[in-house]
């Protein structure tokens, strides 16, 4: 892993808009405190956390770990082509992000599902309030990022990112890698770790 | 001023200051009534004089968020008022409403008030801060209608911006909250929630929403900051606002009978509340110190900056401060929430109508400033507010802690009125600087009409 | 260059479906205790860092982002880390 292979020349230069890098950072303010909460609350629930954790599909987990970190890599290379005003292969790489998020929240209804059937909601216990709320929280973050990847593709087929203006494409992308960055944690934490 | 009708939000603004002042009056009389019990007893008792001080302030903060539309909405869409006429008719629907409003608080008694009003055919009265009898509350329905058809006819003829799209948004919103205060369900815990539909999602939702679209307005104008800067950062604060706000209304959920899990969620969320307000004070900040222009009217600078700060404090940290569910299971309901409700109220809504006022009054008559000697009389009103605001605040939170501790923590709890024997002294040191706070509201208003040279519009 | 830049892109991805499938058959595989903690944390980590860095292309970003994002993971991580050291005590 080498660093700098970027055009050494440019200055640094925050990919995005500003103003979406403040709203990260309140995002993930909010998924660190919702970390904190449930990794605090289970030092003093330890047993019950593992016995209830046990039961969650960490398949149906994994498989959406890596729709999210192959969507977040699509992404890249969406920008990266635009950047080269290479506008096919950024919609094709696009169109498979979204679909990698879409994936996403097919599995997760599912999962919901599973555990619906099973009689399990947020009142059930105390994990499962846990459970129940940081996946919700980021399944709503995905279904945003979804809809931003929709109207960036929408955009994309209408021309108007290119290496004149790449501006708002790095913006949506921004915020899509924060939604992947979340889950990232999120994954190990609550349906790993024990 | 550009456009002759935005004159319209003028008596508006000065019926905003005279329930203003009644309100003040009407806090220090109950800031009386705390530590002398039979103080004006039997005829303003506590409970009126406590309805008559929290509905004056939103009616009055109503007054000024209309008037503030009025004058903003047209000016933004680049095209005059839709119907000048009906701004003003509704206005005095809403005075004489109102007036009528207060007189039948202080003239019969509340029971009363419900029976002659018809409170029996559909029931709304007898909730905090919603204790408008039935006729009223369609009244205040009528005017907002009124108000939204001639504002948004208004937006929709003319140029559509970030700031007016906002402004709408909370207004509309404001409008249709308040419909939850028609449904009185009998089951206690649904009536809660119904009655904080209202309550929570207009000061920590919707209302924000107008306010950052006002504090945007002003500070373009006053700055001459990139119109673009500042819309960029006022979608960040409200879409901030909204979220923090309305899952934050879970702190409201703690003790009535919600599910658990609402514990985790109000905590968490409204514990990120402070972040909007932290950004709102940065962004005030930030865009003065890049201003490209210096406006004549240092005074509504001023209190742009003091809306930033006072929100901050007021409704971010005291808000945060007994937010959190183990906090909140201690401190519920004392003098702590009473400090938390002065400043943030003050901090976050009058001084935005009062910037808005500041602004927009010289220009409505005449002139783009007002005189020097004029300002210095204007700020000496902020500072005396500000400061004694603040100063209520800490007397309220040293008297909610004490509180808590004796009533609440301590081994051998004290009853409730042996505990507001103890905190009296705060009380009276409170009640001093409630005294001070009506001097710099009399300053404030004498500004109004201090003479001397003027700069032209 | 764009292709140099890919190849990256695509080295990291690759690297990253590997750490996920290494957690996943750590938890599949029943493993626990503070060795497994900390290695999944990694692991996490390890993820983190390659997203803030090069997917949110923060490697070329001024000083301060790099800190606030990376910040914000060595915080959360060294959070859990505390809460599971207080719960296995």
């Not at chain 2, 504090?215 to 900051?225: D, H, M, N, S």
């Not at chain 2, 040191?429 to 404030?444: D, K, N, Q, T, W």
Request: proline fraction near 3%; glycine fraction near 8%.
């Amino acid at each position: 892993m080498t660093a700098a292979l970027s055009d050494p020349g440019e200055p640094p230069r925050l990919r995005g808009d500003l103003a979406i890098w403040v709203f990260i950072l309140a995002e993930l303010l909010a998924f660190g405190v919702f970390f904190a909460a449930y990794a605090v609350t289970r030092a003093y629930n330890v047993e019950a956390f593992n016995t209830a954790q046990a039961g969650l599909d960490r398949n149906i987990g994994a498989i959406n770990t890596l729709l999210l970190i192959s969507g977040s890599w699509c992404v890249v290379r969406a920008v990266q082509a635009a950047r080269a005003d290479r506008q096919t292969p950024a919609m094709r790489w696009m169109g498979v992000a979204l679909l990698c998020g879409l994936g996403f929240l097919v599995a997760k209804v599912f999962e919901y599902q599973a555990k619906f059937a099973l009689g399990l909601t947020m009142d059930s216990d105390t994990f499962h309030m846990f459970y129940f709320s940081l996946t919700f929280f980021h399944f709503m973050h995905v279904v945003l990022g979804v809809c931003i990847l929709a109207i960036l593709l929408f955009k994309l087929g209408r021309g108007a990112y290119g290496s004149h203006d790449v501006h708002g494409l790095e913006t949506g992308a921004a915020y899509w890698h924060m939604v992947d960055l979340a889950w990232i944690v999120l994954f190990p934490l609550v349906y790993v770790m024990r | 001023m550009k456009y002759t009708s935005q004159a319209v939000a003028k008596p508006y603004f000065i019926a905003a200051m005279g329930l203003f002042v009644a309100q003040v009056l009407f806090g220090l009389i109950m800031g009386l009534q705390y530590v002398i019990g039979d103080f004006l007893f039997p005829h303003i008792p506590f409970n009126v004089a406590r309805m008559v001080h929290t509905n004056a302030l939103i009616v009055w903060l109503l007054m000024g968020f209309m008037g503030s539309a009025y004058y903003l909405v047209p000016e933004e869409a680049e095209t005059e008022l839709h119907s000048p006429k009906l701004a003003l008719i509704l206005f005095w629907v809403f005075l004489i409403a109102a007036a009528l409003t207060v007189i039948g608080y202080l003239a019969v008694p509340y029971a009363t008030l419900a029976r002659i009003t018809g409170n029996d055919l559909l029931p709304t009265m007898g909730r905090e801060f919603l204790e408008q009898p039935t006729i009223t509350k369609i009244g205040i329905v009528i005017v907002a209608l009124g108000f939204l058809y001639n504002i948004s006819m208004t937006f929709l003829k003319g140029k559509k911006t970030a700031i007016t799209s906002v402004l709408l948004l909370g207004l509309w919103g404001l409008a249709i909250f308040f419909l939850f205060s028609f449904y009185n369900p009998h089951n206690l815990v649904r009536d809660k929630f119904y009655w904080w539909w209202v309550v929570h999602l207009w000061v920590e939702g919707v209302w924000e929403l107008i306010l950052g679209a006002l504090l945007a307005f002003v500070l373009i104008k006053v700055t001459g900051v990139d119109r673009e800067v500042i819309e960029k950062w006022l979608y960040v604060i409200v879409t901030l606002a909204l979220v923090t706000g309305m899952i934050g209304t879970g702190h409201h959920y703690f003790w009535i009978g919600a599910p658990e899990f609402w514990h985790w969620w109000g905590s968490i969320f409204s514990a990120l509340e402070p972040v909007p307000f932290f950004a709102m004070t940065l962004f005030a900040f930030n865009m003065v110190n890049r201003r490209r222009r210096e406006h004549p009217n240092r005074a509504a600078t001023l209190w742009a900056l003091g809306t930033g700060v006072m929100a901050f404090l007021g409704a971010g940290v005291w808000g945060f401060m007994h937010t959190l569910a183990p906090v909140n299971y201690y401190t519920h309901g004392t003098q702590i929430t009473a400090a938390h409700g002065h400043m943030a109220f003050y901090g976050a809504y009058v001084m935005v109508v009062i910037t808005m006022i500041s602004y927009a009054m010289p220009l409505m008559r005449g002139r783009a400033a007002n005189s020097n000697k004029a300002q210095v009389v204007e700020m000496w009103g902020f500072w005396l507010m500000t400061v004694s605001m603040v100063f209520i605040t800490l007397f309220l939170t040293a008297a909610g802690i004490l509180q808590v501790w004796l009533q609440r923590v301590s081994e051998t709890p004290m009853s409730f009125m042996a505990t507001q024997d103890q905190i009296a002294l705060f009380y009276w040191m409170r009640e001093v600087s409630g005294v001070i706070f009506l001097i710099g509201l009399v300053v404030y208003l004498i500004s109004f009409f201090v003479k001397g040279e003027e700069q032209a519009a | 260059m764009t292709k140099l830049l890919n190849k990256r892109a695509d080295r990291v991805w690759l690297l990253m479906l590997a750490a996920t499938l290494a957690t996943w058959a750590l938890g599949e595989g029943g493993v626990a205790g503070t060795a497994a903690v900390l290695l999944m944390l990694a692991l996490a980590c390890l993820k983190g860092v390659l997203v803030i860095l090069d997917f949110m292309e923060l490697r070329h970003a001024p000083l301060l982002w790099r800190i606030l994002l990376l910040g914000w993971l060595a915080i959360v991580t060294a959070l859990i880390v505390l809460c599971y050291w207080i719960g296995t005590r």
